[in-house]
């Protein structure tokens, strides 16, 4: 069993940064790919970005690709969201998650995503 608790969110202006960040417990952490997708109002959830478990490996939505950096530290069980020159059609709220990967799956499309946060609200004033 994992649990994540996201923080980091608030409100900023176009243009602006902010870093959310995903504390997972137990034990098995750095045996996870972590993820983070988003979810605006009346739409559907989307994926955001993939971290391997080692942290060798990422993966981005074409939407983020070039602002959003992802990271972890498998010493504080802690996935990192750092977004930069945000833009309004970023607000949403943002969800971090944990997945397995299947034998012979590989990320982002194989991941399997077992546990999810409770998420953070993201909004970006124009």
């Known amino acids: 069993q994992v649990q994540l608790v996201e923080s980091g969110g608030g409100l900023v202006q176009a243009g602006g940064s902010l870093r959310l960040s995903c504390a997972a417990s137990?034990?098995?952490?750095?045996?996870?790919?972590m993820g983070w997708f988003r979810q605006a109002p009346g739409k559907e959830r989307e994926f955001v970005s993939v971290?391997?478990?080692?942290?060798?490996?990422?993966y981005y939505a074409d939407s983020v690709k070039g602002r959003f950096t992802v990271s972890r530290d498998n010493a504080k069980n802690t996935v990192y969201l750092q977004m930069y020159s945000l833009e309004p059609e970023d607000t949403a709220v943002y969800y971090c998650?944990?997945?397995?990967?299947?034998?012979?799956?590989?990320?982002?499309?194989?991941?399997?995503?077992?546990?999810w946060g409770q998420g953070t609200q993201v909004t970006v004033s124009s």
């Open positions: 971290i391997s478990w080692s942290g060798a490996s990422t």
């Open positions: 998650a944990a997945a397995t990967l299947p034998t012979g799956a590989t990320l982002p499309a194989g991941a399997s995503w077992d546990y």
């Open positions: 137990g034990r098995t952490f750095s045996s996870y790919a």
